[in-house]
């Protein structure tokens, strides 16, 4: 039997990406989130989400995309990035989707607009056309990661 892997769908300046839903806890309309000086510009600042401090993250910042102002369908995937809870702002999260290993790819080193580091695979699908699956816990690296965790236990 065939493993699928399903994972959620999301936009990112018109442009549909995957993470596996494994990561994911939830998916939450933006709120207000607090700033936070002297941190990185992708890190937008945290966020009290049923009483535990999230720090969020820009994910289009972060691919280095050009920032958007939050719309109604903007939206924040909170998921688990070794062990610690972190949103990520995404412009639309729009599908959960079943996707067979044989429509993986790995990513090529050359994926224009993002860095090939924190694509975990590319999807060829029919309906969809290529979908760039990224890697959530590969999508901050270390330093930065120390950062968030800062941000989280202060």
Excluded: C, W
């Amino acid at each position: 039997m065939v493993q699928l892997t399903k994972t959620i769908i999301f936009k990112l300046k018109n442009q549909e990406y995957g993470a596996n839903i494994e990561q994911i806890r939830s998916i939450e309309r933006v709120q207000d989130i607090v700033g936070l000086p002297q941190s990185s510009d992708f890190i937008k600042g945290i966020i009290n989400l049923r009483g535990q401090v999230t720090p969020i993250i820009d994910l289009r910042t972060r691919l280095g995309m050009e920032e958007e102002v939050p719309t109604e369908q903007t939206r924040i995937l909170i998921a688990n990035v070794r062990d610690v809870q972190v949103g990520f702002i995404v412009d639309e999260a729009t599908d959960v989707i079943d996707i067979a290993p044989e429509h993986v790819e790995d990513a090529p080193e050359l994926v224009t607009g993002v860095d090939y580091r924190y694509i975990k695979g590319v999807a060829k699908l029919e309906a969809r056309g290529m979908l760039l699956l990224l890697d959530l816990d590969h999508v901050l690296n270390y330093e930065e990661m120390d950062e968030v965790l800062e941000v989280a236990v202060d």
